[in-house]
């Protein structure tokens, strides 16, 4: 691990891949200027993937959603705490560094997306774009995976969800307004602190709080429907911010909101700490407390029902002061069940039918 703090990047180094026997480690020559980021930082590299299906189930039940769509594996926001980190070791990378760096593209996802819709066999269930990674994360400027999605489903009349926390999605806010239109679409944005200096160093390549207020309230004045995840709550560094997380989301047009509580599971744990150390070290201990007293005693929670909201004092905390806060800013209604009746298996119609 080097010593220096890698600034732009969420991940400290390179964790072990428990699938591997070999550990791969940081290589201080792929260090590239950034316009953006005045310090070095690894260069981001894409790798094509033409994977044979494209829709996927989990099997969870406490998810929210029961198909989704990745277009990219792998994440340039560099969140620290991000879930998403540990399914990069299925492909041979690292949880840490490799995450963030080695981009994996899914340049087929279009083409079996059409295919799936074309197929007698299907049935239209709502799609989550993003289950796992940001489908606009900054690969999506050069590759456009996910306004082709969006074209297709407008083109079907298919029901989708989002959730991101990039501006680039306003890029699309015209299929997205045709879409809402037919009450085939809403947007989640992550909404996770309203504090630049938490923000800069936890999710270092990500919009501003106050831009994603902006892209909440130029959806919602396009007709689009949209709600917040303020998630992950993480305990002794966001939990204070619930109710003006709420209040400003709620301000810019939000009717929903939704969290998670933090949970560091696999390789996660040993980079959040590196990370909690060496950006908070004065409450470093404070916060893996709260945030083991949440899931049982421990950093990882992998039980279904408790693993997402936690329990204990200060689950119950988080979960009281998020309940109150939306009721006292968000309306009730939320947001709209989508609409599967609309779906057209055929390709002939027009695309701003």
Not at 124 to 149: K, M, W
């Amino acid at each position: 691990m080097a010593d220096a703090y890698k600034k732009g990047r969420g991940a400290q180094f390179n964790p072990h891949n428990r699938f591997q026997s070999r550990q791969t480690e940081f290589d201080p020559e792929q260090d590239v200027p950034d316009d953006d980021f005045p310090e070095p930082r690894i260069r981001t590299q894409f790798i094509e993937d033409f994977p044979k299906q494209i829709i996927s189930r989990p099997e969870s039940p406490d998810i929210g959603f029961s198909a989704s769509i990745n277009p990219y594996l792998g994440c340039e926001h560099g969140c620290i705490y991000c879930y998403a980190r540990n399914s990069h070791e299925y492909w041979g990378f690292s949880a840490g560094l490799d995450f963030e760096s080695k981009i994996l593209v899914k340049k087929n996802a279009p083409e079996l997306l059409e295919k799936a819709f074309q197929s007698k066999k299907y049935r239209p269930e709502v799609i989550h774009l993003s289950g796992n990674t940001d489908c606009y994360q900054p690969a999506e400027r050069e590759f456009g995976l996910t306004r082709r999605i969006l074209e297709i489903c407008l083109q079907h009349r298919h029901p989708i969800s989002i959730l991101t926390k990039n501006a680039l999605v306003l890029r699309d806010v015209d299929l997205l307004r045709q879409l809402a239109d037919q009450n085939l679409a809403f947007v989640l944005i992550s909404l996770t602190t309203l504090n630049e200096d938490l923000r800069l160093v936890m999710e270092p390549r990500t919009a501003t709080a106050r831009r994603r207020l902006q892209i909440i309230e130029t959806l919602t004045k396009a007709g689009v429907p949209v709600g917040v995840m303020t998630a992950p709550i993480i305990p002794g560094l966001n939990d204070h911010e619930i109710p003006k997380l709420i209040e400003a989301a709620g301000g810019s047009g939000a009717i929903w909101a939704g969290y998670t509580v933090v949970r560091l599971n696999g390789a996660i744990g040993p980079l959040f700490e590196d990370w909690l150390r060496k950006t908070f070290p004065d409450r470093a201990d404070k916060v893996l407390s709260q945030i083991r007293e949440c899931h049982g005693g421990s950093l990882e929670d992998s039980r279904f029902g408790t693993r997402m909201a936690g329990e204990g004092r200060f689950a119950e905390q988080i979960r009281q002061l998020h309940r109150i806060a939306c009721r006292k800013y968000l309306p009730e209604a939320g947001l709209p069940e989508l609409d599967t009746s609309r779906f057209r298996r055929g390709n002939q119609l027009n695309l701003f039918d």
